[in-house]
């Protein structure tokens, strides 16, 4: 009946693949099975560490076209669902962490209100919804120019002291903590140091992708 109902949506409201724009059918959401095909292609084919991180998951290799794309209309293009999606097939491939909750890396109340959106947030509720873990909205991130902007050094010393906890964390509990892409690592690494502050005893982390 799902199906039924929206083959006939799809006729007079037709949606479009959010990474190339084509006609999606009725058995297809938010992506086109070849854009799927190729996100699906794109995974890192090892992982890497990062101090301070009991263990880190990078899934999909920034440097290949389609997922620079991708990356780009969830940043950029007004496209929240992206986010959503890509949690959702994330969490359908993956075994659920043995973690108590998931975090999102926040963004500053500046970027958030021009972008409209946090796109981690998103990311997370996908895999929320998935794998039945609670989101904890616990980090905060004062306003810093923006990391793509700085060099080496001037990343890690602009992430350092930019994150602070809303609340007090559970004594020992484990996290997931969640970011769209990994570069140098020196944000994922900034927040951790607030985790562990804070209580936490472990701190996985993990993101959409990661760029060489
Ligand atoms: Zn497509």
């Given at each position: 009946?799902?199906?039924?109902?929206?083959?006939?949506?799809?006729?007079?409201?037709?949606?479009?693949?959010?990474?190339?724009?084509?006609?999606?059918?009725?058995?297809?959401?938010?992506?086109?099975?070849?854009?799927?095909?190729?996100?699906?292609?794109?995974?890192?084919?090892?992982?890497?560490?990062?101090?301070?991180?009991?263990?880190?998951?990078?899934?999909?290799?920034?440097?290949?076209?389609?997922?620079?794309?991708?990356?780009?209309?969830?940043?950029?293009?007004?496209?929240?669902?992206?986010?959503?999606?890509?949690?959702?097939?994330?969490?359908?491939?993956?075994?659920?962490?043995?973690?108590?909750?998931?975090?999102?890396?926040?963004?500053?109340?500046?970027?958030?209100?021009?972008?409209?959106?946090?796109?981690?947030?998103?990311?997370?509720?996908?895999?929320?919804?998935?794998?039945?873990?609670?989101?904890?909205?616990?980090?905060?991130?004062?306003?810093?120019?923006?990391?793509?902007?700085?060099?080496?050094?001037?990343?890690?010393?602009?992430?350092?002291?930019?994150?602070?906890?809303?609340?007090?964390?559970p004594h020992g509990c484990r996290v997931q903590l969640w970011d769209d892409t990994l570069t140098t690592g020196?944000?994922?690494?900034?927040?951790?140091?607030?985790?562990?502050?804070?209580?936490?005893?472990?701190?996985?982390?993990?993101?959409?992708?990661?760029?060489?």
């Open positions: 009946m799902y199906f039924f109902w929206r083959s006939f949506w799809d006729k007079i409201w037709p949606r479009a693949c959010i990474s190339c724009a084509c006609e999606l059918i009725s058995a297809e959401c938010t992506l086109c099975s070849t854009c799927l095909d190729e996100v699906l292609l794109a995974r890192m084919p090892e992982q890497s560490t990062l101090p301070l991180l009991d263990s880190l998951d990078c899934w999909l290799d920034f440097d290949t076209r389609a997922i620079q794309r991708l990356m780009h209309q969830l940043k950029f293009g007004q496209s929240p669902e992206i986010a959503l999606r890509l949690g959702q097939l994330y969490a359908a491939t993956h075994d659920a962490p043995h973690v108590d909750a998931l975090i999102p890396a926040p963004l500053s109340w500046r970027r958030k209100w021009s972008r409209g959106y946090n796109q981690s947030e998103w990311l997370v509720r996908g895999l929320s919804e998935t794998w039945g873990l609670p989101i904890w909205d616990v980090l905060h991130k004062e306003h810093r120019p923006p990391q793509a902007t700085l060099g080496l050094d001037a990343r890690s010393a602009s992430a350092q002291g930019a994150y602070r906890l809303k609340r007090p964390l020196a944000t994922l690494q900034a927040m951790a140091e607030v985790l562990y502050r804070g209580g936490a005893t472990e701190v996985h982390g993990a993101t959409l992708a990661r760029a060489h």
